[in-house]
């Protein structure tokens, strides 16, 4: 992938396995699975500052279905989510609240950058005392998507691509026994 | 009441103020020392009956600040924009008429907080989005090296 990862926010405890030869279909299959079942099943937090909350909603609802992903509920609770999607723009009040949010959401949690705003500060880059440049100098993102506001199809889209990368992740580390 | 028969009324009876028709709404710009007690007359007298401020907004000038007034009647349906000059832009206080419409705590403070102008015997002079870290960044010199990117 190539995306350097901050390593504060890298928590999770793996299992090392070792790996004898010709040994490791077993464990790419058992990745296969567990990565295509977090992947069919991700439950965002409501969380909507800004405009892109109404497009959010959109995809909620009826014609675009996200329901039909996967993304069954919007929970309340950070505890019972698996991700974040940033729509709207971030204050510098609302920096440390989403900082807080994002702690609590148990691994494995993923991120959405949802318009203009969330991804670079959109149309309050130039000339605004209150606005964050850019969601992602709060918490990490997996996938951005442009547009003031992005269409719902563009934000199914990334529902479609936070899927194509989380089936590529590994979750066993492994270390050949020589 | 129309708008012209409101201003021949207005700068009849107060014949320092400038007045201006011609937009949407009559203007009249009253000078400072006589804001108070002129709205306390829009809003007692009854063929004015101004009681509704609907919006009280400020304005920065190069030479001074400027608070911008609009004011409804519920009763005669006419409207009126006031507008007050302050005396320039280091000593900026007016006169509050919160004791007038209460509406207009809110809207001075949140004056307060971006540009800085005090009103006097105010409540409850204090910020309203920011705290005391902050300059008051809606005037047209706010320099934030750290927040904002200038264009």
Request: hydrophobic share 40%; net charge neutral.
């Amino acid at each position: 992938m190539g995306i350097k990862k901050n390593k504060e926010f890298e928590t999770n405890d793996f299992p090392i396995i070792e790996q004898y030869e010709g040994g490791s279909i077993i464990l790419t299959q058992l990745d296969a699975l567990l990565n295509w079942s977090r992947a069919n099943s991700v439950w965002p937090l409501t969380f909507g500052t800004r405009c892109c909350a109404i497009e959010f909603m959109a995809v909620g609802a009826s014609r675009h279905d996200m329901a039909r992903f996967g993304y069954e509920v919007a929970r309340a609770s950070p505890r019972q989510a698996d991700m974040i999607i940033i729509s709207g723009s971030i204050n510098y009040k609302m920096a440390p609240i989403l900082k807080r949010l994002y702690d609590q959401i148990a691994d494995p949690k993923y991120v959405i950058a949802m318009g203009a705003c969330a991804v670079s500060g959109g149309p309050f880059f130039y000339n605004s005392y209150s606005i964050v440049k850019g969601a992602d100098h709060v918490i990490p993102v997996d996938v951005y998507v442009p547009g003031c506001p992005p269409r719902p199809e563009a934000l199914l889209f990334a529902f479609l691509q936070l899927q194509k990368k989380i089936k590529r992740e590994k979750n066993f580390k492994t270390k050949i026994k020589k | 009441m129309t708008n012209e028969q409101l201003i021949e009324q207005l700068s009849k009876a107060y014949p320092a103020a400038a007045t201006k028709q011609g937009g949407q709404y009559p203007e009249i710009t009253m000078p400072r020392e006589m804001l108070h007690s002129f709205m306390q007359n829009l809003k007692s007298e009854p063929n004015l009956a101004f009681d509704y401020l609907v919006c009280e907004s400020g304005v920065d000038y190069p030479e001074y600040l400027q608070v911008v007034y609009h004011l409804e009647s519920t009763t005669h349906r006419h409207f009126l924009v006031v507008k007050s000059n302050t005396e320039n832009r280091e000593t900026a206080v007016l006169d509050t008429v919160c004791d007038i419409w209460p509406t207009a705590e809110f809207h001075e403070r949140e004056i307060y907080d971006l540009l800085g102008i005090t009103f006097n015997h105010h409540h409850d002079m204090r910020r309203f989005f920011l705290d005391n870290t902050w300059g008051h960044p809606l005037r047209k010199d706010f320099k934030d090296d750290i927040h904002v990117v200038e264009r």
